[in-house]
């Protein structure tokens, strides 16, 4: 039941990011992220591969300049998140906030464990941003 209750069938990729987006702004530079959850770590990989097609376009169609989807995987004793990054400057911001934690694999960064986007994730990506702002 619980998985079932994960599914995004019927939706498209697009719809599925922006379905739970939300736009931040710090120092000039507005990020977008899009969180949503997987089961398994099977099924977050299949909707990191997935959503690399619909960042770059989420940026233009929201007004940012990165964008961020972050995949969960929280149940039982599993607590796992992927961040897919739509361009250089989020794969920058994101290895500059999680250092040596942040392995890139290609297409996202895997974190165990998994992450709040509100406690953990603006707070550290906005820190980034403050200490290298734009004019």
């Known amino acids: 039941m619980f998985k079932a209750s994960l599914s995004y069938e019927g939706m498209t990729d697009e719809d599925i990011l922006l379905s739970d987006y939300k736009v931040y702004e ?21 909707l990191a591969s997935r959503m690399t097609k619909v960042l770059s376009p989420a940026e233009t169609s929201t007004g940012v300049e990165m964008v961020l989807a972050q995949i969960s995987i929280f149940h039982d004793d ?18 500059a906030a999680f250092g040596k934690d942040a392995v890139y694999d290609g297409t996202s ?27």
């Open 26 to 46: 710090s120092s000039g530079t507005k990020f977008g992220i899009g969180c949503m959850n997987a089961y398994d770590e099977d099924i977050a990989k299949d």
């Open 78 to 95: 599993i607590s796992i998140t992927y961040l897919v990054p739509s361009n250089e400057a989020a794969r920058e911001a994101i290895e």
């Open 109 to 135: 960064y895997r974190f165990e464990p998994g992450m709040s986007r509100r406690k953990v994730l603006v707070p550290a990506i906005s820190g980034v941003l403050e200490s290298h702002p734009t004019e």
